[in-house]
């Protein structure tokens, strides 16, 4: 009876405990074309991506956009030397920009889609002696689903507005049965609930273009948080001992997906073949609840007779809930710049030619208390392209895109001292680098 | 240029079929010594079980590994001594042990025991060792080499017990040993002529909710024969872990660990290092670029005492372990 009391609560618990994510895109981007721009595009972003960027910049389409992209990123990150097997991703992008006219206005609709290659969704069990990247181990692997609508009511002012979607989920496990000695003695029951409940948040912006040249951008994300609930009650019997039974309760509370509030103010300038833009984000990381799940356990022997007191089971004392520990997570600034040119401009087919940097510090402090949860400043160089052919017709009234980037990040060392000496986990160490790559086809109709 | 078209749109749809697939979690990680400890299994150690040395018709009391050569103080029918044992191949056992050090001095009386070899950095070594009137010491140019006791024995006089011994360049040369119960702690220059620092370094602990009548009392009654060992962390931080076994005032006896910047303070663990109620001795060794913290400890029943091996962290193996599937540890 004790070794199942112990089997069913480490399995739960393993069950319901869940790691940290937050949404892909702020880790990868979203389309090869501004991901190559380093992601500061926010003043003059007018693709797909102005789904995530800027939705403002939807309405400076000149007409029906679509766009079809593939990221891919690898992630050699290590802690104290060893590999900590996080996982590449591999996402599908799919866009889509409706412009239209009403009235005197200008307006578009925007649709921006990341698919992962590999899963839907992913939450990976979070064992406490176990360190763990928490920013790029999980939560890049989840659907990104945005849609906004922009206008633009003056030539030099462009509005937009619009959600994204995402999916907390809210777990009910119940069991009953009887254990037993003999196989034929146990008999077990039971039944599993699982919600995938959407909620939404939303984002804003604007770009003001009061010269052909400048463009000045304006973007708010709101914050998310993904809470997951795991209920689970058992009721399980001795056979044989009809008036004994065992009585679970509990209740995990999980902060799994937490996005803070985004603000972003850029600008970008152009002057002939050339384009310059510079990005500024603030993220309100420091609101970040703990990661910690509250758990509730109950766990009670129902032994009227004393027959379990006369057989010497005992609940293990051992089994009781967690509680919650502040993340001490400061705001961050994150800067992007970038550089695009245009190299070749024939006949049939535009070339040109990006570069980025981004520059994250991370918001997780040093990790010298109870929590493990890894993360490292973050240097990222982007480097990208894109052909046009714009004569195509009569197959394509329009134009055909093909951009692509390559992306490298380097997340200098960073060393973990414990204020304890006999921490559990001890001294930790944590470095590495990420690769990418990505393309993108667009193809826009005139 | 319809081709080229095709092509990059094609390209993009091929890209997008690199299915990924489920990679291991993290290792679990310990860089602090606190383990927990694993028990060694047959194939590392070349023995039995977690044995790291069989012998019959003998009650092992403590062992030593220093290298490629382990100290052991053991008990037969001709008495209470200090053997040493070569390895087996590349386990982590011992083959059968020689006598390498018995009483000969007046102030030892009729036996000398709980050896720890402490392994210089000119490969030299040092085998600190108990007996009646005290904690002596015995050097030798190699770990198989003989044993000289040292003319300045004995190096502190006293009812002591299980010496152990961490020199640092920072630290200078620590001793610690066991007195009435209580692990106390020595300095020294040379690591031959020690002077007392203070008194006790850990207190005794009681549980929070002491025990109804009838119940199982786990008050500590008594810290026994400390093992200690210098470790440095991934940071660098280096730290004095000193393994002891805590007796209970039930009788039974289990290991944890206290860890010191300085040597001297110490911060105790909360938990046990090694699981068991009969467990005692824990002498530490580093192995691995010094990654792998081993432990040598013995383990008590009614009728003999054997010595056992583990090694922390969990998910490290020694050749031989089955998970290696690349043969024996007692081949070349």
């Known amino acids: ?446 | 240029m319809n081709r080229l078209v095709l092509a990059a749109f094609a390209l993009t749809l091929a890209s997008c079929s690199m299915l990924g697939r489920e990679s291991e979690f993290a290792k679990q990680i310990s860089t602090s010594g606190v383990g927990p400890f694993r028990p060694l299994v047959a194939g590392e150690t070349g023995v039995t079980g977690s044995q790291i040395l069989r012998v019959a018709d003998a009650a092992i009391h403590r062992g030593s590994v220093a290298g490629e050569v382990l100290f052991v103080d053991l008990e037969d029918d001709a008495g209470r001594a200090i053997h040493r044992a070569t390895r087996i191949g590349r386990c982590a056992g011992f083959q059968a042990p020689v006598l390498a050090l018995g009483a000969t001095e007046a102030w030892e009386g009729d036996h000398v025991r709980e050896p720890f070899a402490l392994v210089r950095e000119d490969g030299s070594i040092r085998v600190y060792y108990a007996a009646e009137g005290g904690i002596g010491v015995a050097e030798a140019e190699r770990a198989d080499a003989p044993l000289v006791k040292s003319p300045d024995n004995p190096i502190l006089e006293g009812a002591l017990s299980g010496p152990t011994v961490i020199e640092d360049d920072d630290l200078g040369t620590l001793l610690y040993f066991e007195e009435d119960g209580r692990i106390h702690a020595a300095r020294s220059d040379d690591g031959v002529r020690f002077e007392r620092v203070g008194g006790p370094l850990l207190p005794l602990l009681v549980p929070d909710d002491p025990p109804a009548d009838g119940g199982v009392d786990r008050s500590e009654v008594a810290h026994r024969l400390p093992g200690a060992v210098v470790a440095a962390m991934p940071t660098g931080r280096r730290t004095v872990r000193l393994y002891f076994a805590v007796i209970h005032a039930d009788g039974t006896s289990a290991v944890t660990m206290a860890a010191s910047l300085d040597g001297l303070e110490f911060e105790r663990a909360t938990t046990m290092v090694l699981s068991g109620d009969d467990v005692t001795a824990p002498v530490p060794h580093l192995g691995g670029d010094d990654e792998l913290t081993h432990l040598t400890f013995v383990r008590v029943n009614e009728t003999t005492s054997t010595l056992h091996g583990a090694l922390s962290p969990l998910t490290a193996r020694l050749p031989g372990h089955p998970d290696l599937a690349v043969g024996g540890c007692a081949s070349p």
């Open chain 1, 1 to 446: 009876m004790r070794s199942l009391a112990r089997i069913a609560i480490l399995a739960l618990v393993a069950l319901m405990e869940s790691r940290a994510a937050a949404s892909p895109v702020d880790t990868i981007g979203l389309g090869s074309r501004s991901i190559g721009r380093a992601g500061a595009v926010t003043a003059d972003v007018e693709d797909s991506s102005a789904n995530y960027y800027n939705p403002a910049g939807l309405a400076r389409s000149q007409g029906l956009r679509l766009d079809f992209g593939y990221v891919r990123l690898h992630s050699d990150l290590s802690i104290n030397g060893e590999d900590s097997n996080v996982e590449p991703l591999g996402a599908i992008q799919v866009g889509l920009v409706a412009p239209g006219q009403f009235g005197k206005f200008r307006f578009a609709f925007g649709l921006a889609l990341l698919l992962n290659d590999q899963r839907m969704s992913r939450t990976r069990t979070a064992i406490a002696d176990r360190p763990r990247w928490e920013l790029y181990d999980t939560r890049m692997h989840k659907v990104f689903l945005a849609t906004n609508l922009a206008i633009r009511p003056f030539d030099w002012l462009v509005l937009g507005g619009g959600i994204t979607f995402q999916a907390p989920s809210d777990l009910a496990l119940r069991l009953e049965g009887t254990a037993g000695l003999l196989p034929s003695a146990a008999r077990a029951e039971h039944m599993f609930t699982g919600d995938l409940k959407s909620i939404r948040y939303p984002q804003v912006g604007l770009q003001l273009l009061p010269h052909e040249r400048l463009s000045i951008g304006l973007s708010y994300r709101g914050k998310f948080l993904l809470q997951n609930t795991v209920r689970a009650d058992a009721d399980v019997g001795l056979a044989g001992f009809a008036d004994l039974g065992l009585v679970l309760d509990l209740l995990s509370v999980s902060r799994s997906h937490y996005g803070p509030h985004q603000v972003t103010a850029g600008f970008a300038y152009a002057h002939g073949p050339l384009r310059a833009s510079f990005d500024l984000t603030w993220m309100d990381w420091s609101k970040h609840p703990s990661l910690i799940s509250d758990d509730t356990i109950d766990l009670d022997l129902v032994d009227p007779s004393g027959v379990a007191a006369g057989l010497g089971i005992v609940i293990p004392e051992e089994i009781r809930g967690n509680r919650a520990i502040p993340m001490g997570m400061k705001d961050t600034f994150v800067p992007r710049f970038s550089l695009e040119g245009r190299v070749f401009d024939g006949e049939l087919a535009e070339v040109r030619v990006r570069g980025g940097y981004v520059f994250e510090r991370s918001p997780f402090p040093a990790q010298r208390g109870l929590t493990n949860f890894v993360d490292n400043d973050r240097h990222t160089i982007v480097v990208g392209g894109e052909v046009t052919f714009d004569r195509l017709e009569p197959l394509i009234r329009g134009s055909v895109d093909l951009a692509f980037h390559f992306f490298y990040a380097h997340l200098p060392e960073r060393l973990h001292e414990k204020i304890s000496l006999v921490d559990p986990v001890g001294d930790l160490v944590s470095r590495g680098h990420q690769l990418g790559f990505g393309t993108q086809l667009t193809v826009s109709f005139r």
